[in-house]
């Protein structure tokens, strides 16, 4: 069969995990890079045998040999990119959200269906292994009716008023930052999860730096803890720092999330707990390999990945024996796995999240911002 070849916009954190997954597959080739200057795209291709760098994107959507792209810029540019590349006839793994507006995310979604491409939104968290036994847990019955969906996604890293991202921006993040950033993992976990959907929401958005010390230089994701006071531009802020929604998921079901990029200590801790009429589960994106689950009647456990004791639509997504940590890149590689697996097979049905499910997203943002804005609970139609 036919080696896909395939290409990476953006050459920051998401640009080096994607090519670095990209590469686990072995029926995939990364051929070209488009960066913001050449430069960078050579820095990022260095010694992985890529052979066209760029600054411009559209020289590779020219290029009738490449299948597909990975969109892994700033969130604003997001849109343009995928536009252009569907256009371009280009199956498309798209960073999230998939765009900074609802209306954005609909013409992304119906230009993909209209293409016939495979378009897919990189809600990376599903593919982990106890994610998905969650999941299976939730599907099967194992926990009942769902009563509660509750938990967080907290970070530090933009906590001091000298931390600066381009996610500070609302030109080039949206006007969302940490419901956007990582707020809609978040989301996307909990209705993949659990199967139900938001249907309603109250959301109260906090921005607690109304001014914070920009650089002067561009600097990338988590890069700017080296820098000196020298180096800043006191500038004002329009994207929230912290978010809590309250939520509803049908008639009965209740839901809390809480989201931070203030949180000291918090690197990277999202914790999603899922409490029904039988049992709940628990899952902390820092311990990966672990679900907690507890009973009313019985002691509590702690269920330690191993592939033969995971549910059977959970096991396809762990790769390795038990007592060996499957993480963040491993997700990846498994969601980029099977992309292309479905570029290959036409007709297939997708079993990753696609531009629908990011402008699913997208949808309950508005809905967060609208919420917090007019400080009230706004209904969410169902998609
Ligand atoms: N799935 C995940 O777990 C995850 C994690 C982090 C970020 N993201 C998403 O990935 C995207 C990128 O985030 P990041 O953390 O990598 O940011 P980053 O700042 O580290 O990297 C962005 C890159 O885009 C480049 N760029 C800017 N304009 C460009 C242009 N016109 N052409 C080519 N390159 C250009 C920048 O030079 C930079 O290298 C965001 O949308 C973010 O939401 C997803």
């Known amino acids: ?21 990209i590469r686990r597959n072995e029926f995939v080739d990364a051929v070209a890079i488009a960066g913001r200057t050449v430069e960078a795209a050579q820095r990022l291709g260095a010694g992985c045998s890529v052979p066209t760098f760029t600054a411009d994107y559209r020289e590779i959507l020219g290029d009738p040999a490449i299948d597909a792209v990975h969109v892994c810029t700033p969130n604003a540019l997001h849109f343009s990119m995928a536009k252009d590349a569907l256009l371009a006839g280009k199956h498309v793994m798209c960073e999230k959200p998939l765009a900074i507006t609802v209306p954005e995310a609909e013409e992304l979604t119906t230009l993909a269906l209209k293409q016939g491409v495979r378009n897919a939104i990189c809600h990376n968290i599903r593919f982990y292994p106890m994610v998905q036994q969650m999941r299976s847990m939730c599907e099967s019955g194992a926990l009942g009716e769902i009563l509660v969906v509750q938990g967080t996604y907290f970070q530090d890293w933009l906590l001091y008023d000298t931390d600066w991202n381009w996610r500070v921006d609302a030109r080039a993040a949206g006007t969302s930052r940490v419901l956007a950033d990582v707020g809609s993992h978040w989301f996307d976990l909990a209705e993949h999860i659990t199967g139900l959907r938001v249907t309603s929401l109250c959301s109260d958005l906090q921005t607690f730096h109304q001014t914070r010390k920009k650089p002067k230089q561009a600097v990338e994701t988590f890069a700017n803890k080296l820098l000196g006071p020298q180096d800043y531009v006191e500038t004002p802020v329009d994207t929230e720092d912290f978010g809590a929604v309250l ?16 949180s000291a200590g918090r690197k990277n801790r999202l914790v999603i707990e899922i409490c029904g009429t039988k049992s709940s589960v628990a899952w902390d994106q820092e311990r990966p390999d672990e679900l907690w689950v507890g009973h009313r009647e019985t002691s509590n456990q702690i269920f330690v990945k191993d592939p033969s004791l995971l549910a059977p639509g ?28 479905s570029i290959r097979t036409p007709g297939g049905k997708p079993d990753y999240p696609q531009f629908a499910d990011g402008l699913r997203q997208l949808k309950i943002l508005d809905a967060a911002l609208r919420s917090n804005h007019a400080r009230a609970w706004v209904d969410i139609a169902p998609s």
Request: hydrophobic share 35%; glycine share 12%.
């Open 1 to 21: 069969m036919k080696t896909l070849k395939t290409a990476v916009f953006g050459t920051g954190f998401m640009g080096r995990v994607h090519l670095e997954a």
């Open 314 to 341: 959970a096991r396809t997504f762990a790769d390795l024996p038990g007592g060996h940590s499957e993480g963040y890149d491993d997700t990846f590689k498994q969601i980029f796995r099977r992309f292309y697996s």
């Open 247 to 262: 939520f509803r998921m049908g008639p009965r079901t209740r839901g809390s999330a809480t989201v931070s990029q203030v």
